[in-house]
């Protein structure tokens, strides 16, 4: 259960460290305006100190609204709890993905889901989990020649 | 003028042949398919049908290839308005409403909206191609960098001080979206730019790939905490709500025309497709009487955006012809066809080549009506993806996004900037931080930074450069005056406006 | 290493399986995979339509067994390709076609790669450089250009497609031949800087005969001179009054650089085996034989060439020597 507060100050510091991070990336770079005009991190620099100046203000501000914001809830549990079921098993796709390849990593997703999260029988995770990566390769490879990630298994089989 | 007229004539000649209608037909349908597909785009598909057109006519192979295009420009509304994935970077500002409507259950009066009005911006486009044609391509080559500058600046003005949104959260918005579209190598100094001696930076973060993560995941992610099937999704394909949405439209036209004249001055200039729709949305927002449902499933903002990406897609192909200025990837690779056609763009193209020229240009009249028709023909397709349950269809969606993500630039690093983006555009949501300024300034932040830069050298670093004649004159003074809008409002009326907005974060708090 | 264990596993398997390439054929290597054509060039650029007429000729005359998928990966001047190829190490499945952007870029941008890494396999044309102005411009050869730059320093804008890349070197080049200054703005294409002076933002430029053909039939900009030792070979016309042919040396006009060309190159990634690297330079060869190779060259005003890898390798480290000394007094060499 987050409350609005929590998140606001969050995400505000998210963006004062995205901001810090842009302001170390100027550091090797002219930030200045010269004759011919602003330099290569002329607006880098500025972008990266507005960025820290707004989010120190969206902190400030919910701070001074600290009583109604921190009464606000944002994220219940149920929702969140979902939220999260729905997602992790994305990031495991993305991982094994790295390794595996798009598509079996794609396959595995959609098998998983489907029949664990979403409570379908066997028969129907199986055949959109196959239906759906076989449509992918069709399209992608075959018809418009666009490479997807590819692992080992593909290349076994002399796919990729 | 009549010259052009008979010279259209001709061109219908060229056209209406059986041949060229099933190219039409055939090109349009892979167009839907390409379009629809986030992952795959117009450029994709002209990559795809460039080496089958080494063999036929120039003229056979430009209505192939436009076709395709136009037919892309319709499919990349539909996932847009169905999922709030935009399938083609042009059709983002379509989510704004469509998807809205499209949870409200007016998802086939959303999507006919969409084809229709965009069928009428593209006609528009097409008219005054064929009536102008000569004046155009020597009003283009008048643009150099501060002229650019200027346009850029005015879309930017118009989209975001007509916007709503809180101040400080709309700054952070920008922001990053400026920053992120830094990243990689400057045109202006050659330098790697905020890349972190990280290879994968090297070539900066593709805005589709912030676009499928902030818009798809991050939506999805939304979906998903809300409950844990479609709220409101209506399913059923209703023949009465494609009617009713017919006969709605006319109501609308002075949205039609407002976007048809923002879409054919960005193709022209041409700032892009993309920027057109962003610009044409905003402008919608702040001229309409509706204005205030703007962002909640209204109309006019699926309309606005729509008739000013389809113009803006018509009309950039007269200075690609003439000049031979791609306005999109797309345009890039028929010009490199057009090279392997043994063509050369440029104004002789029009006196040498009447067949060609003309005969794309009245291809495009019957190629974008084919669009319209095939575009509705799919509604029911795509509108019965709706009532299938949200735990299959949820993670289907999720693959096309992360193959989309991945198709972009062939890098598995893609697919985690993608969950990350999709995990701020959960949180950016949550907190009211609005995110098309951010995909605004990333979509025209680093072109138009080059602009600035690069005028400044032509100008040794004077900013009266962008005053010095009175077409870059114009576009600034507009600019800057759309850009203090917000300002001089609220000096004129402040009482009304402190009250509305006193009104409006008593809402937003509730 | 491991790609490439990927690559010989697969290769077994397929002789297991029946679909390997003739025995006699054994002793040598060819591709078993789908092959990758990586361009270090957006979509529509001369590297891209360099690739794309290596493959129609490839399909059309059946050169390579398996299918070819073009892949473009030009940001940051084409660092992206370049990297990605780095990082395919010991596949030769990957060939990765490029300009001379492969030893000059590391010189001035910190990439992640060096000029000897990648595998050389050939240099297929030669593309030329030419001085352009605009059609009504008072300019009538490039003396008469030199000399308006000789009269107000800095104030003649000579446009180009990138920064610290082949056009603004060759403006380099001229001022340091002529003791004149340009002011040199870069854009993002040599087809975005012809139109900038057809549409008389910049002065002149130094396009590539197919960047600005168009413009030139069309009465907008004219070549002044061409930077070779001896004019274009004869052709057919393209304007009413002249042909290439016609355009006179830079040398003959008072701007003493001899040639100034770009390569069009063909990589593969480091560590492939010899075997491929030679598989490569013959398919490139009979290529470079093919009709359609030849109309390519002539459509894109481009001269034929063609290098063993090793005469490339000691033309990049010549270039690369002569480019170091012409960076380091402007400061550009970042390693």
Not at chain 2, 135 to 152: C, H
Not at chain 2, 438 to 450: Q, Y
Request: neutral net charge.
């Amino acid at each position: 259960m987050l409350n609005r507060l929590q998140l606001e100050y969050g995400f505000a510091g998210l963006v004062f460290l995205v901001g810090a991070i842009g302001l170390r990336g100027t550091v090797e770079l002219e930030t200045g305006w010269a004759a011919d005009g602003p330099q290569a991190g002329f607006f880098p620099y500025r972008v990266s100190l507005i960025l820290m100046a707004a989010a120190a203000l969206v902190a400030f501000q919910a701070w001074r609204n600290r009583a109604a914001l921190s009464q606000a809830v944002v994220v219940e549990a149920e929702g969140g709890g979902r939220v999260l079921r729905f997602a992790l098993p994305v990031l495991g796709m993305v991982l094994v993905a790295q390794w595996l390849g798009l598509y079996l990593a794609m396959a595995l997703y959609l098998l998983g889901t489907i029949r664990f999260t979403g409570k379908r029988p066997w028969g129907t995770a199986l055949g959109v989990a196959l239906g759906v990566t076989a449509i992918t390769f069709v399209v992608f490879e075959k018809w418009f020649a666009v490479p997807l990630l590819k692992g080992p298994l593909e290349v076994m089989l002399g796919l990729g | 003028m009549l010259s052009n007229l008979d010279a259209l004539m001709h061109g219908f000649s060229v056209a209406l042949t059986a041949h060229h209608l099933m190219l039409m037909m055939a090109g349009v349908l892979l167009g839907v398919l390409v379009g629809v597909l986030p992952g795959l785009g117009a450029p994709n598909g002209v990559t795809l049908l460039l080496p089958l057109t080494f063999t036929m006519d120039p003229v056979s192979a430009i209505i192939l290839l436009t076709s395709l295009y136009w037919g892309a420009l319709f499919g990349g509304s539909t996932t847009s308005i169905l999922f709030n994935i935009p399938g083609e970077p042009s059709s983002v500002a379509t989510t704004f409403d469509g998807y809205p409507m499209a949870r409200q259950g007016r998802a086939s009066e959303a999507l006919t909206l969409a084809f229709l009005s965009a069928g009428i911006g593209a006609m528009v486009g097409i008219v005054v191609i064929t009536l102008l044609s000569s004046a155009v391509a020597s009003f283009a080559l008048r643009f150099g960098p501060p002229e650019y500058f200027a346009v850029y600046f005015l879309a930017f003005a118009s989209f975001i001080a007509f916007g709503g949104g809180a101040p400080l959260k709309t700054i952070v918005s920008l922001g990053l979206g400026f920053g992120f579209g830094m990243m990689g190598m400057d045109t202006v100094s050659g330098s790697m730019r905020l890349t972190f001696d990280i290879p994968e930076l090297i070539r900066g973060i593709s805005f589709l790939v912030v676009v499928i993560g902030l818009f798809g995941l991050g939506e999805l992610l939304l979906t998903i905490e809300e409950g844990p099937e479609f709220k409101g999704a209506n399913g059923r394909l209703d023949p009465r709500a494609m009617l009713r949405a017919l006969v709605s439209l006319p109501r609308y036209w002075v949205a039609v025309l407002r976007g048809s004249a923002v879409g054919v001055w960005m193709g022209i200039t041409p700032g892009g497709p993309t920027a057109a729709s962003f610009m044409s949305y905003g402008l919608a927002r702040r001229m309409s009487r509706n204005g205030a449902r703007f962002g909640q499933g209204e109309p006019e903002g699926v309309i606005a955006p729509e008739t000013a990406d389809h113009s803006a897609g018509t009309s950039a192909m007269l200075p690609m012809l003439a000049l031979g200025i791609p306005g999109s990837a797309t345009s890039a690779v028929m010009l490199g066809g057009l090279m392997i056609w043994g063509l050369n763009p440029g104004p002789m193209l029009f006196t040498e080549q009447r067949d060609f020229v003309w005969g794309m240009i009245a291809s495009m009249y019957l190629g974008n009506v084919i669009g319209v028709v095939l575009a509705l023909a799919t509604v029911p397709l795509f509108a019965a993806m709706l009532s299938v349950s949200f735990s299959v269809i949820g993670p289907i969606i999720v693959t096309v996004c992360l193959v989309g993500a991945y198709t972009v630039a062939g890098a598995p690093f893609d697919l985690w900037l993608a969950l990350v983006f999709g995990a701020a555009g959960f949180l950016m949501k949550k907190l009211d931080y609005p995110l098309a300024p951010l995909v605004l300034a990333m979509v025209i932040g680093d072109k138009a930074e080059d602009a600035f830069r690069q005028s400044m050298l032509l100008s040794n670093g004077s900013l009266g450069v962008l005053w010095s004649n009175p077409l870059v004159g114009t576009l600034s003074t507009l600019a800057v005056l759309f850009l203090l809008w917000p300002v001089m409002a609220a000096l004129l009326g402040r009482h009304r406006t402190s009250r509305a907005m006193k009104l409006a974060q008593a809402e937003n708090r509730a | 290493m491991k790609l490439f264990r990927r690559a010989a596993l697969g290769a077994a398997l397929c002789t297991i399986l029946g679909a390997a390439p003739p025995a006699a054929a054994q002793a040598s290597w060819q591709p078993t995979r789908p092959v990758e054509f990586i361009v270090t060039a957006g979509a529509g650029g001369g590297t891209d339509l360099f690739a794309r007429a290596v493959q129609a000729a490839i399909t059309r005359h059946n050169l390579v067994p398996t299918s070819i998928v073009v892949s473009n990966k030009g940001a940051g001047s084409g660092a992206e390709g370049f990297v990605y190829g780095r990082g395919a190490q010991g596949d030769p499945h990957k060939v990765i076609f490029g300009t001379n952007n492969e030893w000059l870029l590391p010189l001035v941008a910190r990439v992640a790669w060096k000029a000897q890494d990648l595998t050389p396999v050939t240099v297929m044309a030669y593309d030329e450089f030419m001085l352009w102005v605009k059609e009504d411009s008072p300019y009538r050869s490039a003396a008469d250009l030199v000399a308006a730059a000789r009269e107000r320093p800095g104030a003649i804008r000579m446009g180009g497609s990138q920064t610290k890349d082949t056009d603004q070197v060759l403006t380099l080049l001229v001022q340091r031949a002529t003791g004149v200054r340009f002011n040199y703005i870069p854009f993002r294409s040599g087809g975005e800087a012809g139109v900038q002076l057809a549409g008389g933002h910049i002065d002149a430029n130094t396009n590539n005969p197919a960047e600005s053909i168009g413009g030139w039939r069309g009465g907008q900009v004219r070549p002044l001179c061409v930077f070779r030792p001896d004019p274009l070979p004869q052709g057919p016309r393209v304007t009413e009054a002249q042909a290439w042919s016609d355009i006179p040396t830079c040398a003959s006009q008072g701007v003493p650089i001899e040639e100034y060309r770009m390569p069009r190159t063909i990589f593969l990634p480091p560590g492939v085996p010899p075997a491929a690297q030679a598989y490569w330079a013959e398919v490139m060869r009979r290529v470079a034989e093919t009709p359609e190779w030849k109309d390519y060259l002539q459509r894109t005003s481009q001269s034929a060439a063609l290098m063993s890898p090793a005469e490339m390798r000691a033309m990049a480290e010549r270039e690369e020597r002569a480019a170091r000394e012409i960076y380091a007094p402007e400061g550009w060499l970042v390693n």
